[in-house]
């Protein structure tokens, strides 16, 4: 099992910044990939980022270089830094983490922190 804390949302204005970060802790050492979703009410949860072991990021095609995503040095923590901030990012956000164990992925979910950007 993998246990997920999340931190750091909270009320922006448009065009300011946040950090949120997620701490991992449990059987950390069999995950491949961490990263964070967001979710809308009426809406599906979407990707945002993701960070491998390796240090390989992916992102949604939609952020256009907004958001980053880092790890730790202890590598069982991650970040997302926000910049710019819109409305429209305006969502609950996910970390994930997955793990692999005898090839069968497991997917892992905080609880949730509220990002609220106002305009």
């Known amino acids: 099992q993998v246990q997920l804390v999340e931190s750091g949302g909270g009320l922006v204005q448009a065009g300011g910044s946040l950090r949120l970060s997620c701490a991992a802790s449990?059987?950390?050492?069999?995950?491949?990939?961490m990263g964070w979703y967001r979710q809308v009410p009426g809406k599906q949860r979407e990707l945002v980022a993701t960070?491998?072991?390796?240090?390989?990021?992916n992102y949604a095609d939609f952020l256009k270089g907004q958001f980053t995503i880092s790890r730790g040095d202890a590598k069982n923590t991650v970040y997302l830094q926000m910049n710019s901030l819109k409305p429209e990012d305006t969502a609950v956000y996910y970390c994930?983490?997955?793990?692999?164990?005898?090839?069968?992925?497991?997917?892992?979910w905080g609880q949730g922190t509220q990002v609220t950007v106002s305009s």
């Open positions: 994930n983490a997955r793990e692999v164990i005898l090839g069968l992925p497991y997917n892992y």
């Open positions: 449990g059987r950390i050492g069999s995950i491949v990939a």
């Open positions: 960070i491998t072991s390796g240090g390989y990021t």
